[in-house]
């Protein structure tokens, strides 16, 4: 952490405190929160260039620095830390903190009905940013304006054995957590919850005998040494991550041409996030394939009890939604994302999913042009 960032984070922190901190933070001044590294692509390709490109479009009047590495808040703090004025926007993960954010977080419990990052990426922001208002309202309760989501990268089943059909999953270990441990059971398989961390290990013992993730995993964890073969069946990605968003008091005190200049820059670096993302992961299964990993085609069979599972989850997002005072309408909200992941397949079909221009371009037509 540098000494400016420190300070910065201290004098926020006093404000705070004596609660003094009523009016707002000063142009010039501005923090950025990130509890992925410097390295992380949401770091250098979204985060440091949006402010930097804000930096240059408002002459310097809206001046970020960004704190990566979770220097001045971790995953589950960043909310409150947006919220508390400690820092005046972060990368926000939904899961995290579903209490505070009730409606998205039902949403990622969708995460197994996206087969398509790009699709999802689009269908999300979308979702929240036109169609939900009460998930809007749940983040400016908590001081934020979210302005753009971005999906991680499709996940596959990465193992030390063959899964080339839904025989081959019958009791094999899997480490898979959330969304995706019942979907293992559905298929046969027995979810194992382990860190990531423990990846390697688990596999090379033979603690598990496959993982469920992205490709870019095989890097992260070292797991080319251990992992032999993959199925290319995307199944599902999170699609809850806010990296754009801004304290919704600061964004009240900025000027209508420094707010559309957020909102103008908003769809290129939704964009870049998401191509960043499927970049890493692109590079990830190009490289598997020179380590001599074995790649086996989506199974009938497997895809049948898949399919047929996306239609329960469905039922239970809505069955928890309606349970859940904190949300209105569940089914209207789940089946407004559900059609907008539909809505934007067939656009990503017609454009494809590798062209950040053109999905910048949609993001600005269908989405960024009808907010006011």
Not at 192 to 216: H, I, K, M, W, Y
Request: with cysteine; hydrophobic share 40%; proline share 4%.
């Amino acid at each position: 952490m540098t000494r400016s960032t420190r300070t910065r984070l201290m004098a926020a922190t006093c404000a705070a405190a004596t609660m003094a901190f009523a009016g707002p933070v000063a142009a010039k001044d501005m923090i950025y929160s990130s509890f992925v590294s410097s390295e992380h692509l949401l770091t250098k390709n979204v985060a440091v260039p949006f402010t930097d490109e804000l930096r240059e479009r408002t002459g310097g009047e809206i001046n970020f620095e960004v704190a990566s590495g979770g220097a001045l808040a971790g995953a589950r703090e960043t909310l409150e830390a947006v919220d508390n004025g400690t820092v005046d926007a972060g990368y926000i993960i939904d899961i995290y903190t579903p209490s505070a954010l009730p409606q998205t977080a039902l949403l990622s419990d969708l995460s197994l009905l996206i087969d398509n990052a790009v699709v999802a990426t689009a269908a999300m922001t979308e979702t929240v940013l036109l169609d939900c208002a009460e998930c809007r309202e749940s983040f400016e309760k908590h001081n934020v304006m979210p302005l753009g989501f971005v999906a991680t990268a499709v996940y596959s089943l990465q193992c030390t054995t063959p899964v080339a059909s839904l025989d081959d999953m019958q009791g094999l270990k899997v480490r898979a957590t959330g969304a995706w441990a019942p979907l293992i059971e559905e298929l046969g398989g027995t979810p194992v919850n382990v860190p990531t961390s423990e990846l390697f290990e688990g596999l090379q013992r033979g603690a598990l005998d496959c993982s469920v993730g992205p490709v870019s995993h095989l890097p992260s964890y070292s797991l080319y040494e251990v992992v032999t073969d993959i199925n290319e069946m995307p199944i599902g990605a999170y699609a809850g991550g806010l990296p754009l968003n801004l304290r919704k008091s600061v964004w009240e005190d900025l000027t209508d041409e420094q707010r559309d200049i957020f909102l103008d820059l908003a769809p290129k670096y939704v964009a870049a996030g998401i191509m960043g993302y499927n970049g890493v992961n692109q590079e990830s299964i190009d490289e598997s394939k020179v380590q001599g990993i074995n790649w086996h085609p989506k199974a009938d069979d497997i895809v049948e009890v898949y399919d047929g599972y996306k239609k329960k989850v469905i039922a239970a997002a809505i069955e928890k939604g309606k349970a859940d005072p904190s949300i209105t309408d569940a089914e209207a909200m789940v089946n407004t994302y559900v059609e907008n992941l539909e809505k934007w397949s067939a656009i990503i079909e017609e454009i494809g999913d590798t062209d950040a221009e053109a999905l910048e371009a949609k993001l600005r037509e269908e989405v960024y042009s009808k907010l006011k």
